[in-house]
T-cell receptor, first 115, second 115 residues
Framework: NAGVMQNPRHLVRRRGQEARLRCSPM?????VYWYRQLPEEGLKFMVY????????ESGMPKERFSAEFPKEGPSILRIQQVVRGDSAAYFC?????????????FGPGTRLTVL | AQSVTQLGSHVSVSEGALVLLRCNYS??????LFWYVQYPNQGLQLLLK??????LVKGINGFEAEFKKSETSFHLTKPSAHMSDAAEYFC?????????????FGTGTKLQVIP
């Protein structure tokens, strides 16, 4: 029973390029959450998605960042025109249901480095 | 809005000594509370959680935490530290706006275990 999968594990981009981060939730999970962890900080909520719907994107920067969770395939976090401040670890989590008492299972993260 | 404060970004204990990691929360509604552990370059693993019921919660690897509403605290303890406990620990609070889980993390405490 595979856990939450994220790829790539490490991603290096130059300023101005695009970064695409992928997350495959656990089998049977239809709720996906994205978090960002800046160096020496805790995880910050970015966005919550269900299949084909963005439920809460209150933590997403207003520009350059977007997320989707299509009917088929993984969830994608896209960062356009990356800047050095985007360097961070990006974690995806999934849950079976959206209510509080359902545990979120975390993936291993994608570590983005912007040169 | 909810928030989490972890006192001490770094804690050092001797092997076999008591581990105490402090966490205080703020929430306008009854929260769910969590402790996660993160090993280097890995995702977060749930140690334990408090939802309702017994205020003393036991988790994996011998850890436990006590929910104290009057003190708005959820401190993590382990009677005897092991070298393998060296990791970063995150306290988190979850509430349910609109019926889904929104988790807020503390900034983390790095635990060092000295032989």
């Amino acid at each position: 029973n595979a856990g939450v999968m994220q790829n790539p594990r490490h991603l290096v981009r130059r300023r101005g390029q695009e970064a695409r981060l992928r997350c495959s939730p656990m089998k049977g999970h239809s709720h996906v959450y994205w978090y960002r962890q800046l160096p020496e900080e805790g995880l910050k909520f970015m966005v919550y998605l269900q299949k084909e719907n963005i439920i809460d994107e209150s933590g997403m920067p207003k520009e350059r960042f977007s997320a989707e969770f299509p009917k088929e395939g993984p969830s994608i976090l896209r960062i356009q025109q990356v800047v050095r401040g985007d360097s961070a670890a990006y974690f995806c989590a999934s849950s079976r249901l959206g209510t509080s008492y359902n545990e979120q299972f975390f993936g291993p993260g994608t570590r983005l480095t912007v040169l | 809005a909810q928030s989490v404060t972890q006192l001490g970004s770094h804690v050092s204990v001797s092997e076999g000594a008591l581990v105490l990691l402090r966490c205080n929360y703020s929430s306008s509604v009854p929260p769910y509370l969590f402790w996660y552990v993160q090993y280097p370059n890995q995702g977060l693993q749930l140690l334990l959680k408090y939802t309702t019921g017994a205020t003393l919660v036991k988790g994996i690897n011998g850890f436990e935490a006590e929910f104290k509403k009057s003190e708005t605290s959820f401190h993590l303890t382990k009677p005897s530290a092991h070298m393998s406990d060296a990791a970063e620990y995150f306290c988190a609070v979850s509430v349910s706006p609109g019926g889904y889980q929104k988790v807020t993390f503390g900034t983390g405490t790095k635990l060092q275990v000295i032989p």
